[in-house]
């Protein structure tokens, strides 16, 4: 049976202006182009690309701290309200960020347990015995000692400070939490406590998570599902495995490919040739055509569109836009021909 999605985005898109023309209309960047994303309750879409491809951008979107300029997103089946309305303050209690920096995230003058009472105090100000029993609650869920309230983030750890994050976003019982880079800064040792943190949290709380990185061991080990992203299109999406296990688009599989694999030898990486294309002058037809080994003509004279390439997968390729997917090798041939 189909969940009903708890958030949808559907076909946004995002635009900047780049300075002024005295002679027209002053040129745009394009950040986000046509992006489809639906997640349900309790469960984490990874959003993977490298940097540029419109990954942050999205992800504000989805929060309503950017409108997006084309398209709608939609939460708890209602119209995204405009940021700072009424409306969107009654939301915002129920979506939380996590900022790739925890350091930069944090106050520096203010004590932890003041910053993670903070949004508690902004939006129920006349509850204080309760607010006080949550961030003790919250701290202990999170793995954070009492004594750490009373210390500044300077203080902490990096580990410790991104625990305080997560609480401060957990604080007031969200229904979906974006985590933008939350682990990058993190030594990697650290990076797991993190990681299987969240993963209780999400399993306690049944919290929906876009979790977005340039990190696919990471975005593998956090996500169900996984949409890859390039110069702000969605290239691929489909269930974690299987996008992994066997890649349909030509970037995805080039990602895949520089990912090392504990226990499995290095070797058969597909090296990308070239920089990703400035946004503001994006190529013609799809995007990617100029750095991929496989292109063709057809490439580079029209867009492909995102269809269906086999039991929830999709991806936007015109050499294996009408090919089901099977197998790893049969994709391959597939390609190759």
């Not at 309790?42 to 992800?59: D, H, P």
């Not at 949290?201 to 949409?227: E, G, N, T």
Request: neutral net charge.
């Amino acid at each position: 049976m189909t969940r009903t999605p708890l958030l949808e985005a559907r076909g946004i898109g995002r635009q900047y202006p780049m300075g002024r023309s005295i002679l027209g209309a002053a040129p745009r960047l394009t950040a986000v182009e046509d992006v489809t994303i639906t997640l349900a309750r309790g469960e984490t879409l990874g959003i993977v690309g490298e940097s540029g491809s419109g990954k942050s951008t999205t992800g504000r979107m989805l929060l309503g701290i950017e409108a997006p300029d084309t398209g709608e997103v939609r939460f708890a089946d209602a119209p995204m309200p405009r940021r700072g309305s009424q409306a969107w303050r009654a939301m915002r209690p129920r979506l939380q960020m996590i900022f790739q920096d925890p350091l930069a995230a944090l106050d520096p003058r203010l004590p932890i347990r003041t910053q993670i009472r903070e949004p508690l105090d902004i939006h129920i100000p006349h509850d204080g015995a309760a607010n006080a029993a949550r961030v003790a609650e919250v701290m202990e869920a999170v793995g954070l000692s009492p004594d750490i309230g009373t210390r500044y983030p300077h203080e902490l750890s990096g580990g410790q400070r991104q625990r305080a994050v997560l609480a401060r976003a957990l604080v007031t019982r969200p229904d979906l939490l974006i985590c933008d880079e939350p682990v990058s800064a993190l030594d990697v040792s650290i990076q797991a406590q993190v990681m299987n943190l969240l993963w209780d949290v999400q399993q306690q709380m049944r919290l929906a998570m876009i979790f977005i990185s340039h990190d696919l061991r990471v975005v593998r080990q956090a996500s169900h599902r996984v949409a890859v992203m390039y110069l702000g299109r969605i290239v691929e999406e489909g269930q974690t495995d299987d996008v992994f296990a066997a890649p349909a688009h030509p970037y995805t599989k080039a990602l895949v490919s520089a990912a090392p694999v504990p226990g499995k030898p290095a070797g058969g990486r597909t090296v990308l040739q070239g920089e990703t294309p400035d946004p503001a002058q994006r190529p013609t037809g799809c995007v990617f055509h100029p750095r991929c080994p496989v292109a063709q003509p057809p490439c580079a004279a029209s867009a492909p569109p995102l269809v269906s390439v086999g039991p929830g997968r999709a991806a936007a390729c015109h050499l294996i836009a009408a090919v089901p997917l099977a197998t790893a090798a049969s994709r391959e041939t597939e390609v190759a021909s």
